[in-house]
Every structure is written in structure tokens, then in C-alpha cells.
């Protein structure tokens, strides 16, 4: 995994990716991943949702060239012996999966989601995992920092606030996270997510 994780800092730092999506949420995410995986996921399947899960940020199209970053993640991934048709299916695993791209998609609730073929399990795995990491307020405060670097401590709060509400906290109940090992998770989650926003603080008090 080292390599992985050299050339995920690489390209944050080529193309300035921050905090909220670096190298820490990469691996927050391959742990969500790791802990909602279906028991019945082979090696491949398994190896396929680590990268994606480490992978995703890397093409962001709210921080990279997505053609140029595509094509950077594929040759990362040919000279770690991947098969050209593995690293391509990887490829739109993560540049099908984020929550913005889907809103876009969602005219009924019944076809939001691409046909991934046998990556479609893998697919649904690593989605849902970056849905779990965005319960950590930290991540939306950072971002909201990164994109308003001069906003008030009262506004970044009213803002990160105001997306839980409409967004994170409706991921449930709008069937964005649907297998049973991940929405376990969510209590959990809510709970740590509610005190650090009535707190205002990621320090315990």
C-alpha cells in the first residue's frame, strides 16, 4: 500500500487537493470500505474496492483535469500490474459514484445507478463507504474553509450545518446508503456527528 498512498499524496499535491479529500479520507474511506465488504467478495472484488476507495478523490472534477487525472490513475495502476480492462473498470467505478454526480442523474429512484456489470457490488461497496466519511464534520468544515478560505467561524458552522441537515442526515431515508452493514454504521455516526455540531468543537468537552 505504499505506493498507493505515495502517489495519492502526489496528485494532492499536484493539483492541490485539501485535507477533506487527501490522503486521510482516502484511507477512512478503505476502512468503511473494509468494514461494509460483503463476506462473499473475492480476491479481485476485494483488491478492486481498496483501490476505488483509495482511488476516488484522485479523479475530482472540483479539483482535477478528469481526462488528465484518468489517465494518470490508470498508468499508476498498469505499472502496479493491473490488466487494462481491470484499471478502465476501476476508472468508472470513481467517475460514476459521487453524490453530485448521481444527484444529476436522479429523475426516479429506481435507475440512478450505472450498470457496472461484475465491478457492480464493488461499485456499491466504495460508494456508500465515501457516504460514511461524510459524516465527519471535520471533513465538510475543511472543505468549506477550502473553498471560503476568508468565511467566518459562524458562517463555515452555519454552512456545514445547513448540509447535514438537507444532505448527510437524509442518506438513509433517501436511499443513498442501502445495504444493511452500512447503514449499521450510521447510528453511530449521527450521534458523533450531532455533538461535534452542537459543540462546535472536534475537541470532546
Known amino acids: 500500500m505504499d505506493r498507493l498512498f505515495a502517489f495519492i499524496e502526489d496528485i494532492c499535491e499536484e493539483y492541490g487537493i485539501d485535507e477533506s479529500h487527501g490522503l486521510a479520507h482516502a484511507k477512512d474511506c478503505m476502512m468503511f470500505a473494509e468494514t461494509i465488504m460483503d463476506a462473499e467478495c473475492d480476491t479481485m472484488e476485494r483488491i478492486m474496492i481498496r483501490y476505488a476507495a483509495a482511488l476516488h478523490d484522485c479523479v475530482d472534477k472540483k479539483y482535477t483535469p478528469v481526462e488528465e487525472a484518468s489517465l494518470k490513475v490508470r498508468n499508476f495502476l498498469l505499472s502496479e500490474s493491473w490488466s487494462p480492462d481491470m484499471a478502465d473498470a476501476l476508472l468508472r467505478i470513481i467517475n460514476t459514484m459521487s453524490y453530485s454526480y448521481l444527484q444529476t442523474k436522479r429523475v426516479d429512484d429506481l435507475n440512478i445507478f450505472p450498470d457496472h456489470g461484475p465491478w457492480q457490488r464493488a461499485y456499491h461497496t466504495v460508494?456508500?463507504?465515501?457516504?460514511?466519511?461524510?459524516?465527519?464534520?471535520?471533513?465538510?468544515y475543511q472543505?468549506?474553509?477550502?473553498?471560503?478560505?476568508?468565511?467566518?467561524?459562524?458562517e463555515c458552522w452555519k454552512?456545514?450545518?445547513?448540509l447535514f441537515q438537507i444532505r448527510m442526515f437524509r442518506y438513509v431515508s433517501n436511499r443513498w446508503i442501502t445495504s444493511p452493514a452500512a447503514q449499521a454504521l450510521v447510528p453511530e455516526l449521527i450521534h458523533d456527528a450531532c455533538r461535534i455540531l452542537?459543540?462546535?468543537?472536534?475537541?470532546?468537552?
Open 127 to 140: 460508494r456508500q463507504a465515501d457516504l460514511l466519511c461524510s459524516y465527519r464534520v471535520e471533513r465538510c
Open 143 to 154: 472543505y468549506q474553509k477550502h473553498i471560503v478560505p476568508d468565511i467566518s467561524e459562524d
Open 159 to 162: 454552512r456545514v450545518e445547513a
Open 198 to 205: 452542537k459543540q462546535r468543537t472536534f475537541h470532546t468537552v
